[in-house]
């Protein structure tokens, strides 16, 4: 291959840049179902989440932005990855990430950004986002649909409605 997959390609001019002008074969992101990566990532949620001398004890995470997950047909992938690309990569995380969690501090909470049945055993707590509108009247009715919606793939969400609203953005 001397040329990036044809799904870059498809992209609107601009938008493979935004994530940094890879070439084939170049790593993007770690492999997160690589043992290796999973210690590591083990290794720093207890120096987060534990409460002593070494540890930040915090309540938990706000996890944000999970749309740019690795996605690209032809990606190259190391030797012992489970060879998972977009959305199955980003459940196989928030699963891994979840779990290691709760086993760490039973109580921390997890906010996430994703409000798809298929990722309602990742979080404790759902982010609606921020809202980009043309009008301010919009809102109420925005966040209300956006709350109904949440309910009806996960009815034990706790709601946080933290969204920026973006007017004319």
Known sequence: YEKPPFQVERNPPGRFA??????????????????????KIKERLHVFLEDSLNGYNIDGFKIDHVAATPAMYDMVFPKGSKKLFGVELLKYYLDFFYSTVKKIKEDALIIG?????YFRNCFDMLRLGDIYTGEIDNVNKEMLYRHAMAKIANP???????GSVHINY
């Open 18 to 39: 935004k994530f940094g002008g890879f070439s084939f074969g170049q790593s993007i992101a770690p492999d997160i179902t690589l043992p290796s990566v999973r210690k």
């Open 113 to 117: 950004q994703s409000p798809n049945p």
């Open 156 to 162: 034990n969400w706790v709601i946080d409605m933290d």
